[in-house]
Nanobody, 124 residues
Framework: EVQLVESGGGLVQPGGSLRLSCVAS????????MGWVRQAPGKGLEWVSG????????SYANFVQGRFAISRDSAKDTLYLQMNSLKPEDSAVYYC?????????????????WGQGTQVTVSS
């Protein structure tokens, strides 16, 4: 059974940082691209970032470019999202997602499994 368990969310002040983690199990983590998607209250799903199976290719939405960094640790079957210079508009539930393939995915509909999400709130 595929499981994706996120952690690391919380309340942070504008300009602060958080690191999200996603522990994966039930599939060959090293063979699949992964990504992060978010959903703010009253809004639809929004793709944030993706990373290839090898970790060599990453991609970011324009609104997080230069502030967020995605990475993965194959030894720990864990996906990360380092978030810096956070803004109130970054507040959302952040979901870890698995791709059926090995290439970076930028469409939320192309992911096949999702975690339960972790809440990020940016507020003073």
């Amino acid at each position: 059974e595929v499981q994706l368990v996120e952690s690391g969310g919380g309340l942070v002040q504008p300009g602060g940082s958080l690191r999200l983690s996603c522990v994966a199990s039930g599939f060959a983590f090293n063979n699949h691209a992964m990504g992060w998607v978010r959903q703010a209250p009253g809004k639809g799903l929004e793709w944030v970032s993706g990373i290839s199976a090898s970790g060599m290719t990453t991609s970011y939405a324009n609104f997080v470019q230069g502030r967020f960094a995605i990475s993965r640790d194959s030894a720990k079957d864990t996906l990360y999202l380092q978030m810096n210079s956070l803004k109130p508009e970054d507040s959302a539930v952040y979901y870890c997602a698995k791709s059926p393939g090995d290439a970076v995915v930028v469409e939320t509909s192309d992911y096949d499994y999702w975690g339960q999400g972790t809440q990020v709130t940016v507020s003073s």
